[in-house]
T-cell receptor
């Protein structure tokens, strides 16, 4: 079974600064996907960024980038130039490649609360 | 594209009552997931539908829980004889037919069992 660990319950960052969230996972699979989802207070889960395990290049989406270390089973998220609207719970999630015995369900970590202060 | 919708957004019930939640996925998304999220935790998978077929159920889904997707469009999740431990946010997500990965989440239904 896969496990996803987020060891930082809360991170605080000032506007315009950079913050890095850590995520480690455990799997014996070789083909999988990793995601960071953002859940603002009382709002729905939004995809921030995704990474396919067979791609060595780290994914980037505007101010968000990941450091994917497959051998170390590590998948950290860097938020650059933090904005007040980045305040949210951030979840790291793992998904085996969808097959007939794994239908693409997500396995989430416990989350990291990011607070951006003025 | 109106996104995934869920109703009701909040439900307060007394222990022992039955409750039903509804999820309307994004149009033409044939794959639908239910997750449960308790306070301070990440969502946990409950069940998966491909079209109208329920193809996987988690062990978290006890006999008191039942989910349906009768016409392959909207889905319902029913909890019978609710218990205080059922208090949680119930999230629905959908995925397009030809996408291998990304799921789109609804706003959730927050259940409080008194």
């Amino acid at each position: 079974a896969q496990t996803v660990t987020q060891s930082q319950p809360e991170m605080s960052v000032q506007e315009a600064e950079t913050v890095t969230l850590s995520c480690t996972y455990d799997t014996s699979e070789n083909n999988y996907y990793l995601f960071w989802y953002k859940q603002p207070p009382s709002r729905q889960m939004i995809l921030v960024i995704r990474q396919e395990a067979y791609k060595q290049q780290n994914a980037t989406e505007n101010r968000f980038s990941v450091n994917f270390q497959k051998a170390a089973k590590s998948f950290s998220l860097k938020i650059s130039d933090s904005q007040l609207g980045d305040t949210a719970m951030y979840f790291c999630a793992f998904m085996k490649h969808p097959t007939t015995d794994s239908w693409g369900k997500l396995q989430f970590g416990a989350g990291t609360q990011v607070v951006v202060t003025p | 594209d109106t996104g995934v919708s869920q109703n009701p957004r909040h439900k307060i019930t007394k222990r022992g009552q039955n409750v039903t939640f509804r999820c309307d996925p994004i149009s033409e998304h044939n794959r639908l997931y239910w997750y449960r999220q308790t306070l301070g935790q990440g969502p946990e998978f409950l069940t998966y539908f491909q079209n109208e077929a329920q193809l996987e159920k988690s062990r978290l889904l006890s006999d008191r829980f039942s989910a349906e997707r009768p016409k392959g469009s909207f889905s319902t999740l029913e909890i019978q004889r609710t218990e205080q431990g059922d208090s949680a946010m119930y999230l629905c997500a959908s995925r397009p037919k030809f996408s291998t990965d990304t799921q789109y989440f609804g706003p959730g239904t927050r259940l409080t069992v008194l």
